[in-house]
């Protein structure tokens, strides 16, 4: 049951990070002068559908500390992702419901698309509301869009995933619709090994 629930987990922030990232690829491909990332034109009810017919589950190619390295293909085109829930999660007001979080740093060959990284909430983020991503000092602003986070200056991303390659966690602070305020904390032990295999396994 845990897998069949995990699988369910990944085939779902498979098929948001794929339909959001294309959208914003092509809206900043529109416009490269821009530092920042344009924001997907979408709703949140449309990036929570699992994929369309043709699309494979992923497949796990290997377990690194708390990094889960996976392989799919949906509509016939291969990404890759590493994949890890919190370590630690809260709220304030404490206690308020909602579904489980996770990161994942998401490859797509066929898009020229290398470790982009991406944050599912696990509730609907008050829209307009920025996020943080923190590793030891140094900050990253997210934008959020539906229950996702997305780094905010696309200029800054291989930064970011060079930090989280080198530090030891990751927290992320966002707003929910309702006010709601969470920090999660992600251990970033064994993603690196993760990504160093999908780079192996993702080359085309």
């Known amino acids: 049951m845990m897998l069949r629930r995990m699988l369910g987990i990944l085939t779902v922030?498979?098929?948001?990070?794929?339909?959001?990232?294309?959208?914003?690829?092509?809206?900043?491909?529109?416009?490269?002068?821009?530092?920042?990332?344009?924001?997907?034109?979408?709703d949140g009810k449309a990036e929570a559908k699992p994929p369309s017919a043709g699309s494979a589950e992923p497949t796990l190619v290997g377990q690194y500390g708390n990094w889960g390295a996976y392989v799919a293909m949906p509509s016939g085109k291969k990404v890759c992702f590493a994949l890890a829930k919190p370590s630690s999660s809260k709220t304030n007001p404490p206690n308020r419901?909602?579904?489980?979080?996770?990161?994942?740093?998401?490859?797509?060959?066929?898009?020229?698309?290398?470790?982009?990284?991406?944050?599912?909430?696990?509730?609907?983020?008050?829209?307009?509301?920025?996020s943080m991503l923190e590793?030891?000092?140094?900050?990253?602003?997210?934008?959020?869009?539906?229950?996702?986070?997305?780094?905010?200056?696309?200029?800054?991303?291989?930064?970011?995933?060079?930090?989280?390659r080198k530090g030891s966690d990751a927290v992320v602070t966002g707003v929910s619709g309702k006010g709601t305020e969470s920090t999660d904390v992600f251990s970033l032990k064994g993603l690196a090994q993760a990504l160093d295999k999908l780079a192996q396994d993702c080359k085309r």
């Not at 490269?32 to 344009?38: I, L, N, V, Y």
């Not at 030891?136 to 989280?164: F, H, P, S, T």
């Open 13 to 42: 922030a498979l098929s948001c990070c794929v339909a959001a990232s294309a959208m914003a690829q092509t809206a900043a491909s529109k416009s490269k002068s821009h530092a920042s990332r344009s924001k997907p034109k979408s």
């Open 97 to 130: 419901p909602r579904d489980p979080a996770y990161a994942f740093v998401s490859t797509r060959p066929g898009e020229k698309v290398t470790n982009e990284v991406s944050i599912m909430i696990g509730y609907q983020l008050k829209p307009g509301a920025d």
């Open 135 to 164: 590793i030891g000092k140094a900050k990253y602003a997210m934008y959020a869009q539906g229950d996702g986070l997305w780094i905010k200056n696309a200029a800054e991303e291989e930064r970011m995933v060079d930090a989280m």
